[in-house]
């Protein structure tokens, strides 16, 4: 069990074009579902925090109007990176926590990730 | 802010040997610490997680072990195989927090040859 599924796995796009990255637990409910980002031979940097129902929690220095997420249901929340250009080219992994019990103390299960290449 | 490093950065050893890898955090007070396994260009596979309370976790030939007071956590792998091959993660959830966000290390890249 326990499985998030994002989509989609791999996108190229012309600079300028909007991108939206889908986040989805398959088989149980994320009030809280978490966006980070990825560069080569880096860590993951968490981006924005994802709450079911209400606006989304961004890091210092992540642009709220450049990465757009909607957690419009306990099962997605969706990333789009709007008007994307070169520097935004990296690897986007969403995570989710189950619904219940103690909320941190509960594990992140993860996507496969999204590889964006800007043109 | 914490910060999360592991030793080594990469790592290639032949098949069968036990190692160790190293992750060590700069603020002691935190929730819980995750091992994680990662492919290239993959996601997340979570390995095990230790509570603070816990001192180590064991799953088949993986130990991790949890020094919470200096700040240390260690993954054992034991009899390794080629198939475990990936870098190594270790996160850290901060204490104090409910949304339970995570502190990476950059990873321990692990070659294991045949």
């Known amino acids: 069990g326990a499985v998030v599924s994002q989509h989609p796995s791999w996108v190229i796009c012309k600079s300028g074009t909007s991108v939206k990255i889908e986040c989805r637990s398959l088989?149980?409910?994320?009030?809280?579902m978490f966006w980070y980002r990825q560069f080569p031979k880096q860590s993951l940097m968490l981006m924005a925090t994802?709450?079911?129902?209400?606006?989304?929690?961004?890091e210092q220095g992540v642009e709220k109007d450049k990465f757009l997420i909607n957690h419009a249901s306990l099962t997605l929340s969706t990333l789009t990176v709007t008007s994307a250009h070169p520097e935004d080219s990296s690897f986007y992994i969403c995570s989710a926590k189950k619904t219940g019990g103690v909320v941190s103390n509960q594990p992140q299960h993860f996507g496969d990730g999204t590889r964006l290449s800007i043109l | 802010k914490q910060e999360v490093t592991q030793i080594p950065a990469a790592l290639s050893v032949p098949e069968g040997e036990n190692l160790v890898l190293n992750c060590s955090f700069t603020?002691?007070?935190?929730?819980?610490l995750q091992w994680f396994r990662q492919d290239p260009g993959k996601g997340l596979t979570s390995l095990l997680l230790i509570q603070s309370s816990q001192r180590e976790q064991t799953s088949g030939r993986l130990n991790a072990s949890l020094d919470k007071s200096s700040g240390r956590s260690t993954l054992y792998i034991a009899a390794s195989q080629p198939g475990d091959s990936a870098t190594y993660l270790c996160?850290?959830?901060?204490?104090?927090?409910?949304?339970?966000?995570?502190?990476f290390g950059r990873g321990t890249q692990l070659t294991v040859w045949p």
């Open positions: 994802s709450n079911e129902g209400s606006k989304a929690t961004y």
């Open positions: 603020d002691s007070a935190i929730y819980n």
């Open positions: 088989d149980f409910q994320a009030t809280t």
């Open positions: 996160a850290v959830s901060p204490g104090g927090s409910t949304l339970g966000r995570l502190y």
